[in-house]
């Protein structure tokens, strides 16, 4: 299976703290997505790494990415209540291959 | 405006009857997708569509049978429902040319009784 798996399944901070997740995939990949999902709705894109880039950022969003470990983590700073939502992970194996989901991180945000 | 629709946002059934779920996007997207996101909040792609062409399909029953009448519509029609088929079903699109960003209609509930 090409399925990547995040890392924690659940993670529950504090308002204010930080929240890292991180996700393993199988194979070699185009670029690696992270989407949010709010209980009941679908899935949000939060921000892209392509296969040659390491770190990017986007708001209070950071995400890192090492190939050779097959691994990617998405950091949110200053959590708020606001981001208590799933993340998942997903990979684009190549182009115009569907996107492979990982199973989601549950993360809780307590005000 | 909603980029990308599904209706109905529920569908409670008895097995063995026929549904359809529908899905339409109006950002001039190129391809489509439906997804199925089981209990466990695994997402797996089912079928992908480019203007109007079936590119993809996954190992999915032929009980499930998509259709596209037009490059802004694709439809998921499922015969025979089975209490396997109880799900969340997300429609998506994508632009299709240099971006690879989807967007995800609401998502349809389906509980098969």
């Known amino acids: 299976s090409q399925q990547g798996e995040e890392d924690p399944q659940a993670l529950s901070i504090q308002e204010g703290e930080n929240a890292t997740m991180n996700c393993s995939y199988k194979t070699s990949i185009n670029n690696l997505q992270w989407y949010r999902q709010n209980s009941g709705r679908g899935l949000v894109h939060l921000i892209l790494?392509?296969?040659?880039?390491r770190e990017k950022h986007s708001g209070r969003l950071r995400v890192t990415l090492d190939t050779s470990k097959k691994s990617s983590s998405l950091l949110i700073t200053a959590s708020r209540a606001a981001d208590t939502a799933s993340y998942f992970c997903?990979?684009?194996?190549?182009?115009?291959?569907?996107?492979?989901f990982g199973k989601g991180t549950r993360l809780s945000v307590i005000a | 405006d909603t980029a990308v629709s599904q209706t109905p946002k529920y569908l409670v059934t008895q097995m063995g009857n026929d549904k359809s779920i529908k899905c339409e996007q109006n950002?001039?997207?190129?391809?489509m997708y439906w997804y199925k996101q089981d209990s466990k909040k695994f997402l797996k792609i089912m079928f992908s569509y480019n203007n109007k062409e079936l590119i993809i399909n996954e190992t999915v029953p032929n009980r499930f049978s998509p259709k596209s009448p037009d490059k802004a519509h694709l439809n998921l029609h499922i015969n025979s429902l089975e209490l396997g088929d109880s799900a969340v079903y997300f429609c998506?699109?994508?632009?299709?040319?240099?971006?690879?960003?989807?967007?995800f209609g609401p998502g349809t509930r389906l509980t098969v009784l």
């Open positions: 998506a699109s994508r632009h299709g040319q240099g971006t690879v960003e989807q967007f």
């Open positions: 997903a990979t684009e194996p190549s182009g115009n291959t569907p996107l492979v």
């Open positions: 950002l001039g997207h190129d391809t």
């Open positions: 790494i392509r296969s040659n880039e």
